[in-house]
C-alpha cells in the first residue's frame, strides 16, 4: 500500500494548499455575492450529450480530452470537462427558462485528459459565473468588472491584464469565416496537419494555434472587426464604453477566439506572465445560443470560469492556519471539568483542542506545534475553586479566570486586538 500515489494528473488538497484553495473559492463566493449571484451545484457527471451536443465533436475537449464511460445501465456519462453546459442544463431541466435573469455561481471539480504541466491537472478546480437571460452589452461589462473585483479582493489583480475581443453577430462571424477559409486555403501548405483538419470542420479554431508554425500564418489572417455589422459595432462600442467607465482597465486583442457558433459578440480573458505558457487564469464570452441547444428557447447569456489551481499559485501568501486555544486538564478530578470547557469554548465559536493524553510538558509541547493562541490549564486546585488559568502563549503572561466567564474573557480578548 505504501507505493500508491495519486492518479496521474491529480493531487491532494492539504494544509497550506488547501487554505489556498478555500480563500479563492470564499473571496468569489463574497463577491459575486454582492452582485447578486447565487450558488449552484451541478452534478459533477452529465449524460454525455451535455457536453457532445454544446462542445461540438471538432472540440479538442471532446475528441481527446473527456473521461467518457458506459454505466451497468448501458448509459454514456461523462465527467464534467467545464461547468458552463451544465448550469444551462439546470436551467433547462428546471424549468427556470420563464424566471430570468438567474445569476449562478458555482465551484467544483472539472476533469480532462491533458498533459499535465505547472497549473493544468487532469482534475481541475474551477469558480465560475454565469449571467443568463439579459442580451445587453451592460451585463457583458458587469459580469466582466465582478471577475476584476475578484482578482482585485485576492490582491492579484495587478498581475493580471485583461484582454477583450469582439466576434461580433452571426452575420459578421459568418462573413468572418468565410474570408478565413479562403485566406488558409491559400496557405494551406504552411499549416500544421491539425490546423489543416480544423480547416475543413471548425477554421477559427486555427486562430488559437500554438504551434508556431500556424502562428507565422494567422499574423496576417483577415481580422473580425472588417466584417462587424453596424450592430455588431454598436455593441462592441457600448460594450467598451462601459467598461470604461466601471473603471476596468483592457487591453483590446483581436486573436482572443471561441471557436463554438453558439459564441457571439465578447470574449475575454484575464492573463499572466507569472506562470508562464499557463497564463490564462479567468476567461469567458457571450454564448447566445448554448441554452437553446440544451432544448431551451433562444437565451441570451455571458460568463466566465477562473482555474483556482492558477489562482492560488498567484496569491503572494497562504491565508494563516487558524489558531486554537488548548484545554490542558491535569490530573483524573479535571478530566471531566477539561470537557466541559471544551465543550463551552466551541459552543462559543471558539477553535478549542485538547491533548489525548501525557503530562504537563507533553501536552504544552502540542499547544505550540498547534501554534495555540492560549492554553486553559485546570488541575484539580482550580476544579475546587471554579477557577482556570489561561496562558497566554504568545506574551507568557497567566490569568486566573472565573470557569463560567471563561469565554467571555477570550472573546474580549479577540476584540481588543
Request: aromatic content about 6%.
Amino acid at each position: 500500500m505504501s507505493s500508491l500515489q495519486p492518479v496521474r494528473g491529480t493531487h491532494d488538497l492539504i494544509g497550506e494548499t488547501q487554505r489556498r484553495f478555500a480563500h479563492v473559492i470564499e473571496t468569489a463566493r463574497r463577491i459575486t455575492g454582492l452582485y447578486g449571484f447565487d450558488e449552484w451545484a451541478t452534478p459533477i457527471f452529465e449524460d454525455t450529450r451535455v457536453f457532445k451536443r454544446t462542445l461540438g465533436d471538432t472540440s479538442d475537449v471532446v475528441s481527446k480530452e473527456m473521461y467518457t464511460f458506459e454505466d451497468r445501465g448501458g448509459e454514456s456519462l461523462t465527467l464534467r470537462p467545464e461547468g458552463t453546459a451544465s448550469v444551462c442544463r439546470a436551467l433547462v431541466t428546471n424549468g427556470l427558462t420563464q424566471s430570468l435573469p438567474q445569476k449562478v455561481f458555482y465551484a467544483g471539480p472539472m476533469f480532462r485528459y491533458e498533459r499535465p504541466q505547472k497549473g493544468r491537472y487532469r482534475q481541475f478546480h474551477q469558480i465560475g459565473a454565469e449571467l443568463l437571460g439579459p442580451a445587453e452589452p451592460l451585463a457583458d461589462a458587469e459580469v466582466i468588472a465582478m471577475g476584476r473585483d475578484i482578482l482585485q479582493a485576492l490582491g492579484i489583480a495587478r498581475d493580471t491584464v485583461l484582454e477583450l475581443n469582439t466576434l461580433g453577430d452571426i452575420e459578421s462571424r459568418t462573413a468572418w469565416r468565410a474570408a478565413l477559409v479562403t485566406y488558409f486555403s491559400e496557405r494551406r501548405d504552411e499549416l500544421s496537419s491539425e490546423s489543416l483538419n480544423r480547416l475543413e470542420r471548425n477554421p477559427l479554431r486555427i486562430l488559437d494555434s500554438k504551434s508556431p508554425q500556424d502562428r507565422a500564418v494567422v499574423e496576417d489572417a483577415p481580422l473580425i472587426s472588417g466584417f462587424l455589422t453596424p450592430q455588431a459595432q454598436a455593441f462592441w462600442d457600448d460594450l467598451r464604453k462601459t467598461l470604461d467607465i466601471l473603471g476596468v482597465g483592457f487591453r483590446e486583442n483581436p486573436r482572443i477566439v471561441r471557436g463554438l457558433d453558439y459564441y457571439s459578440h465578447t470574449a475575454f480573458e484575464f492573463v499572466t506572465e507569472r506562470l508562464g505558457t499557463q497564463g490564462t487564469v479567468l476567461a469567458g464570452g457571450r454564448y447566445d445560443g448554448l441554452v437553446s441547444e440544451m432544448g431551451g428557447p433562444q437565451t441570451p447569456a455571458i460568463g466566465w470560469a477562473g482555474g483556482i489551481e492558477r489562482l492560488s499559485m498567484l496569491l503572494e501568501e497562504a491565508p494563516a492556519a487558524p489558531r486554537p486555544v488548548m484545554v490542558v486538564p491535569m490530573g483524573e478530578g479535571a478530566a471531566a471539568t477539561g470537557l466541559t470547557v471544551l465543550q463551552a469554548l466551541r459552543g462559543a465559536h471558539i477553535r478549542a483542542e485538547t491533548s489525548y493524553r501525557g503530562n504537563l510538558k507533553r501536552r504544552m509541547e502540542r499547544a505550540n506545534r498547534l501554534n495555540a493562541t492560549h492554553a486553559i490549564v485546570i488541575g484539580e486546585d482550580e476544579v475546587a475553586r471554579g477557577v482556570v488559568q489561561v496562558r497566554d502563549l504568545d506574551r507568557g503572561e497567566q490569568t486566573e479566570v472565573a470557569m463560567d466567564q471563561v469565554t467571555t474573557f477570550l472573546h474580549g480578548l479577540s476584540q481588543d486586538a
